[in-house]
Each structure stands twice: as structure tokens, then as C-alpha cells.
């Protein structure tokens, strides 16, 4: 998912870091250097709905203005979740 709006230096990559936390995920979350940020996430269906709409919405101070997401299936089970850049 790629995420664009003010979504740098409000606290956004901690926000998804601990929702994916909450909702058991795997994945990442990176700042990218045109000031969008980019998410990765697995694990079961509905956490992963629910982690969607929150990521959509943000930390109070963001503004997500688009958000492109993409679906894949993946056997993968969740390894934890990280902020990479």
C-alpha cells in the first residue's frame, strides 16, 4: 500500500507499526523519498481489513489524500512488523 497526503514527520510509521502490532501482522513500513510512505502487511483477512481502514485514516495530525492498496494471496504466517526507513 502506498500512501501519499501528509503522511511524514506526524508520527506515521509509528501508528501503523502499532496497529499491525495489535492486530498481529507481519510486514513493514518505510518513508519513501518523494514524502509518501509504503506498507507491507500480512496475515489473516479480516485483521488485515481492519488494518487497511485504520492505515486509511492515520494518526490525528496526518492526512492521507490517496491510497493505493494491492491484495495478494501468501502462505506466508506473520513474522512481527518493522519500520525499515
Known sequence: ?????????VGFRAFVSRRAD???LGG???????GSVEVEATGEE???RSFV?????GP?????EHA???WFDTREAPRGFRVVG
Not at 500500500?1 to 514527520?9: D, K, N, S, T, Y
Open 1 to 9: 500500500m502506498q500512501l501519499r497526503g501528509r503522511v511524514q514527520g
Open 60 to 64: 490525528r495530525p496526518a492526512r492521507v
Open 53 to 57: 481502514e485504520a492505515v486509511r485514516s
Open 22 to 24: 495489535e492486530l498481529a
Open 46 to 48: 479480516a485483521a488485515l
Open 28 to 34: 513493514w513500513v518505510r518513508n519513501l523519498p518523494d
Open 68 to 70: 493505493a492498496e494491492q
